[in-house]
Antibody, heavy 120, light 107 residues
Framework: QVQLQESGPGLVKPSETLSLTCTVS????????WSWIRQPPGEGLEWIGS???????NYNPSLKSRVTISVDTSKNQFSLKLSSVTAADTAVYYC??????????????WGQGTLVTVSS | DIQMTQSPSSLSASVGDRVTITCRAS??????LAWFQQKPGKAPKSLIY???SLQSGVPSKFSGSGSGTDFTLTISSLQPEDFATYYC?????????FGQGTRLEIK
């Protein structure tokens, strides 16, 4: 059973870069597609982007200019960087893993989520 | 982007009831639809993929149907642990998009 665990700072200052890592266990990072999703407090779910182990990425157009997702196969980890953050980026950030349907990722396995607050 | 619209946004029901939640896509997505259950303070849990296939370990009280633009999630014989928020999500094309959620509350 694939398990995911997010890690990273819980507090980020405005205009700085949010950085999170997701560690994968119970499965090879080379076998699945990997994604980041976020959920502002009291709101719904927003997909941020997805990556395959090869490094191929897809990003939400609404965030594309600020997002970078990368994968480190040697550590069985993948990461999220979101630049120039504002209070609107305050959310619980989830990492997820799944399979692919014609190159589009599914979201079958989820981490527990980590709250990131943007505040000075 | 494909817009996903769920109805109702909230629903009150009693233990033992059967409920149905609908999800409509702004354009055809074949059967590339998933349903998730989220309890307060927890991560979403995948219940159904490909519109009607149950994830491993999900009880058969959950069922999904539909294709194209209109989909339903039905939960039979509601138990206290079923009261949660449910989301639909399309994976036909990027960007992946979710419905706004349906909050299922105890009457």
């Amino acid at each position: 059973q694939v398990q995911l665990q997010e890690s990273g700072p819980g507090l980020v200052k405005p205009s700085e870069t949010l950085s999170l890592t997701c560690t994968v266990s119970g499965g090879s990072i080379s076998s699945y597609y990997w994604s980041w999703i976020r959920q502002p407090p009291g709101e719904g779910l927003e997909w941020i982007g997805s990556i395959y182990y090869s490094g191929s990425t897809n990003y939400n157009p609404s965030l594309k200019s600020r997002v970078t997702i990368s994968v480190d196969t040697s550590k069985n980890q993948f990461s999220l960087k979101l630049s120039s953050v504002t209070a609107a980026d305050t959310a619980v950030y989830y990492c997820a893993g799944g399979f692919t349907i014609f190159g589009v990722a599914t979201l079958d396995y989820w981490g527990q989520g980590t709250l990131v607050t943007v505040s000075s | 982007d494909i817009q996903m619209t769920q109805s109702p946004s909230s629903l009150s029901a009693s233990v033992g009831d059967r409920v149905t939640i609908t999800c409509r896509a702004s354009q055809g997505i074949s059967n590339y639809l998933a349903w998730f259950q989220q309890k307060p303070g927890k991560a979403p849990k995948s219940l159904i993929y490909a519109a009607s296939s149950l994830q491993s370990g999900v009880p058969s009280k959950f069922s999904g149907s539909g294709s194209g633009t209109d989909f339903t999630l039905t939960i039979s014989s509601l138990q206290p642990e079923d009261f949660a928020t449910y989301y639909c999500q399309q994976y036909n094309t990027y960007p992946l998009t979710f419905g706004q959620g349906t909050r299922l509350e105890i009457k």
